[in-house]
């Protein structure tokens, strides 16, 4: 197989950093990752830090880019309004072009969205089990300008392009606030310490809706797998673990992880009470050895709030996928029980 190269944006959210893992063990590819900041661990990829809304820096620093092939788009500009924000599709446009610019060998632009492209960020969510091809909501969605303007761009361009879909995605990265894996993990965490039983944080509605995740690397699998594949262009596809849940059975497991006693549900704001519990979380890091993060860089709690108080069920379709060729699935509640076992070797949790 020929030498291919991925540039990928975000590489070092939970998304972008399982990406980047997966393409650095196949020898067939080279990787050039980008972050606004430097990773802090050792990696054999290069990582350019660029911000990629200044279309200048952008063309300043990925001129000499020649021979991408690939461009797996996973960067976003996110917080409050971000759904009706221009600069996520302003960054798409700077780096698309700057690519285009750079070398004539672009075959393929990934673009990662998600299943709130079906409105599930939104009250009342939309239809599940969501398909590919649901109309689309009327409210803000940047996944859609996003998405317009790759299929407008790739009509006379010599690349194709997808869009995987996954539901809340759950992998190892720090300094990303989207990481469902790290909102529990540290809840739990300083519940254990405080001497706390591990409650559900959000509402009962929730607790008894059917929720579904996306692990990390296997999204990695499946973005790396349309873009390979001539039946992905031009198509958007779910991913999920292809397994559903409800909080209700899987929080007990949870708790059994951490060695904790599960108790009923208790609403209460991530975003507003964990926040207090800077102090400790150092503390906690200095008594048990940790690495010497913040909390405020390990976790996002108001993506926990979100998450957590949900007042529908969010289940998407992966029939589509199944079809056209990747048909790998993960029991969701063995995933999160590895991906705590990893955070603990890390020393990213007790």
Known sequence: MSRQTALVAGGLGVIGRALVEELAQRPEWDVVAL???????????????????????????????????????????????????????????????????????????????????????????GTTPAREDDPRTTSANFYYTQEDYLRERAQDAGWTWSAPRPGAVAGFAVGNPMNLTLVIALYAAISCELGLPLRFPGSMDAYERLFEVTDAGLLARATLWAGETPACAGEAFNVTNGDCFRWRDLWPEIADWFAMDPAPPQPISLAATMADNAALWQAMAERYGLRPYALDQLVGWAFGDEEFNVDHDMVSSNVKRFQLGFAEVMDSAAMFRRQFDDLRQARIIP
């Open 35 to 125: 972050s606004r900041r430097a990773p802090d661990f050792d990696t054999p990829v290069r990582y350019l830090s660029v911000d990629l809304l200044d279309a200048g820096q952008c063309a300043e620093r990925l001129s000499g880019l020649a021979g991408v092939t690939h461009l797996f788009y996973c960067a976003l500009s996110s917080g409050p309004g971000a759904w009706d924000r221009p600069a996520n599709r302003q960054m798409l446009v700077n780096l698309v072009e700057v690519a285009e610019a750079a070398t004539s060998d672009l075959a393929h632009v990934s673009l990662m969205q998600g299943s709130s492209y079906y409105g599930f960020h939104s009250p009342g969510g």
